[in-house]
């Protein structure tokens, strides 16, 4: 684990802090539609998944969608918290005979084996900033088979006086959190040109930005066959 990687699991390794997250979570609903978009994209372009690889999971959210859409393919959750975990093996029960657990930070990813069909992750990678984010790409990339799946939904920041307006019409449409599960960002949120960039310095150029709502985005790459 990398210190600053040390420094954005930290808040999630307090079990109080992650359960209110996961209990006050006002994003989840929304984010069951592109979760389900990147299955199906996936779906629809490969032959075989085996193995899903879930890098800082949470819940498992991203994992059960993956999982239901591919009933032959096995998952590993991963993420740095316990407390997570624990809340992931209710969330994933009904997938329990095809999922392993793994405490892995996203920072240090030598544990995820090497030929995993489709590596996801979800709202996890802006806490690295843009260089950490260009260290993850290349980390994620490197565990992929080939004609492998690299999908990122994430929040991304925007350039000048549209950072501040996305921010301001997003609050006119997503209910207000029951109870605030504030974290600190140490950098500003990578933007869309550098999650672009990062597939790029990763060798993966079959990209697409498929979804977005507001700051929220859904990257997929596929690696070459």
Sequence with gaps: MTEQGARAAAPWRDPEFARRWASNDTL????????????????????????VVDIASGPGDFLAVMLAKFPN????????????????????????????????DMT???AVPGDADVITTSRASHHLGRDGLFAFYAQAAAHLAPGGWLINLDHVGSHGAWD???????????PPPRQQTCHRHEHPLPSVEDHFGAFAAA?????????????????MGRACE
């Design 164 to 174: 501040a307006r996305v921010r301001a019409v997003r609050d006119l449409f997503r």
């Design 28 to 51: 989840a609903d929304m984010l069951a539609l592109p979760r389900s978009i990147a299955a199906a994209t996936v779906a629809l372009n490969a032959d075989d998944v085996r193995l």
């Design 203 to 219: 060798r993966i150029t079959d990209t697409e930005m498929i979804w977005r709502a507001f700051s929220t985005c859904l990257f």
């Design 73 to 104: 393919a096995r998952g590993l959750w991963t993420d740095a918290s316990g407390t997570m975990r624990e809340l992931a093996r209710e969330r994933l029960a009904p997938h329990a005979d095809r999922i392993d657990f793994a405490l892995v």
């Design 108 to 110: 240090d990813l030598r």
